[in-house]
Structures are given as C-alpha cells and as structure tokens.
Nanobody
Framework: QVQLVESGGGLVQPGGSLRLSCVAS????????MGWYRQATGKQRELVAT???????NYADSVKGRFTISRDNAKNTVYLQMTSLKPEDTAVYYC???????????????WGQGTQVTVSS
C-alpha cells in the first residue's frame, strides 16, 4: 500500500521560513503529480502548490513569490520551501499525490496525514 508522510511543520515567527517534505512510499509504479494543500481551522482545504513529473508548477495567488515547490523524482519526495511566512499561513498542510501503484492499477489520489504550521509571535 502507498503512504504519504509529511514532515517539517512547526511554530515560526512572522517573516520566518520553514521547509516541508513529503515522502511517498510503498508500491509505486509512477507519480503523475504531487502537491501541497492546507486547511485552516474553520475553513475549507485549499490548494497551495502542485508540481508535475515534468516539473511544471502551479501556485495559489496567496503564496506566489513566497513559497517554492520542488520534487525529487528518484526519492518520490516533494518539498515546499516557505518564506516570508504570515499568520494567515497558519494551517495543517497536507501532501497529495496522483499516482499509479502498479502498471495495471491506474491513477489514484493519495493524501498524507498532515503537518501543522503555526505562524505566530
């Protein structure tokens, strides 16, 4: 079975930086895209950034210029470098992947368990 495990969350002061990592493990044939979403308390989950296997990226307007998504295809890992953090970036950050576990299984969506990011002085 496939697992996505995030790490790197924590408490940071406004203006600070954090780097999140997400590793996909288990039986994986191919990964189409990976991405980061976030959910603040009382709000819906929203897109932060995605990256395709060909390194094409997409960002939410609220994080453009501050966050950078990247991936290491050999390690099935996606990163989110977050800079100039603001209190409104406080949320649980979730990793998402669209991947095929086997050649025959087809593509399916997988989510990680989430990692808390808190931006506060």
């Amino acid at each position: 079975q496939v697992q996505l495990v995030e790490s790197g969350g924590g408490l940071v002061q406004p203006g600070g930086s954090l780097r999140l990592s997400c590793v996909a493990s288990g039986t994986i044939f191919s990964i189409n895209y990976m991405g980061w979403y976030r959910q603040a308390t009382g709000k819906q989950r929203e897109l932060v950034a995605t990256i395709t296997s060909g390194a094409g990226t997409n960002y939410a307007d609220s994080v453009k210029g501050r966050f950078t998504i990247s991936r290491d295809n050999a390690k099935n890992t996606v990163y989110l470098q977050m800079t100039s953090l603001k209190p409104e970036d406080t949320a649980v950050y979730y990793c998402k992947a669209l991947l095929a576990a086997t050649r025959a299984s087809g593509l399916a969506i997988y989510w990680g368990q989430g990692t808390q990011v808190t931006v506060s002085s």
